[in-house]
Structure formats: structure tokens, C-alpha cells
């Protein structure tokens, strides 16, 4: 692994923010200032390829990246804010339905966050985990 591509592995694995290549490029310069946005598109999709980070792909926003651990998201259908959420686990489930092995699954979910609630309707419908 090279440097930029264990810092930038790092950066994603220490965050719970679903960074953006830019926002990994804007995290990385302070240590490594004379990087360029190519190497980091370059060593992210690299990861990516490798399996060692999740790319999330929501219509309409950027792609933004992921640590590998086993967990779903909550994404806000206007915003694209997204959240970490943990739902049971459905691979058991999965795993009968298919009838084959299943690798892994990346579940979102879409809904509102409060903010996108507030400014459609002028309240807040219920708490959601996307406060």
C-alpha cells in the first residue's frame, strides 16, 4: 500500500462523515501537501476495486466512501444527508431467498431528515435517527 493510499484508507476508516473525494483531497493536503486531486480519485478507486472501502452511490449526489464494516444507511431522498444505521441482519433472510451464496448487500434507506421535513411542511413529522 502506498502512503497516499494507506492515508487516505485512513481518513475513510476514521470517519463517519461518507466523504466525498473532495473532502478526503481537503483532509489529505494538510499532510501531504503537494498532492493532487488525480492521485487521490486514483488511490480511492484503487481501494475500491481492492474491497477495502464501499463507494455510495445515491442519485443525484456525489459518490462518497465508506469503511467496509457491516452496516446500512439512512439517506434523506431531497438532502442526500446520510446516517449510519443498524438494522438486523438480513443476510440469513437474504441468503434463503436468493438460494445462492450471498457476498454482501448495501441497503439504503430513503426518507426525510428533519431539516427536508421542516422546510415541506413547516413541522417535524416524528424523530428520525437522521437528527
Known amino acids: 500500500m502506498t502512503k497516499y493510499e494507506k492515508a487516505i484508507f485512513e481518513i475513510i476508516n476514521a470517519s463517519h462523515e461518507h466523504l466525498t473525494v ?3 483531497f481537503e483532509k489529505i493536503k494538510p499532510k501531504y501537501p ?3 486531486l488525480a492521485t487521490v480519485y486514483n488511490n480511492i478507486n484503487k481501494l475500491y476495486k ?3 472501502i464501499r463507494k455510495l452511490s445515491t442519485e443525484g449526489f456525489m459518490d462518497r466512501y465508506d469503511r467496509m464494516d457491516k452496516h446500512d ?6 438532502c442526500g444527508k446520510l446516517i449510519d444505521f443498524n438494522f438486523d441482519d ?3 433472510i437474504l441468503q434463503k431467498k436468493v438460494q445462492n451464496k450471498v457476498l454482501y448487500y448495501d441497503l439504503q434507506v430513503f426518507t426525510l431528515c428533519p431539516d427536508c421535513q ?12 437522521l437528527d
Open 50 to 52: 481492492n474491497g477495502q
Open 73 to 78: 444507511h439512512l439517506v434523506c431522498k431531497e
Open 34 to 36: 503537494k498532492i493532487v
Open 118 to 129: 421542516k422546510k415541506k411542511t413547516g413541522f417535524i413529522h416524528e424523530k428520525t435517527p
Open 90 to 92: 438480513l443476510t440469513e
Open 22 to 24: 473532495e473532502q478526503v
